[in-house]
């Protein structure tokens, strides 16, 4: 039987979920930073149908606009929410997949201008166990602008972790 690699950062330890317990409370994990550029905003507006011109324009948004150019989708820069964990989060021992669960709140803080970086800070703040195989998991995570004191987006993440 082959198994397909963890898109987890395996430069970092796996842990057991006894271990992740004890850093309830605490900031886990930082992502490096992605370039968010126009490109990248015009395919999320193409597979999303969200064409708007704040997104897709860059003439129009720089004159017609406080914003200065074009920004991302608030929704693109949550979906990268999944890229940023994979990157920063320790996996764990005995995970044979995990899923996203849903969020409790988010909130979009401060509009990402193309060409800035971004990335995802995590804090656990609870484990709940569903069961002998199963873990919830339920993060703060902010996204970081590069440069700027506020984040882009504030949320309360839960993940479900399924053990072998």
Partial sequence: MTTAATPFNEDMPKLKASELETMIGKEIGVSKWIVINQNKIDTFADLTHDTYFIHTDPVRAKKETPFGGT?????????????????????????????????????????????????????LSEITRKSNRELVLRYAVSVEIEGKEKPALAAEWLTIAFLG
Wanted: charged share 20%; with cysteine; hydrophobic share 50%.
């Fill in 71 to 123: 920004i991302a989708h608030g929704f693109l820069t949550l979906s990268l929410l999944s890229a940023f964990a994979y990157d920063a989060l320790p996996d764990i021992d005995g995970r044979v997949m995990g899923l996203n669960y849903g969020f409790d709140k988010i909130r979009f803080i401060l509009a990402v201008a193309c060409g800035s970086k971004i990335r995802g800070r995590f804090k």
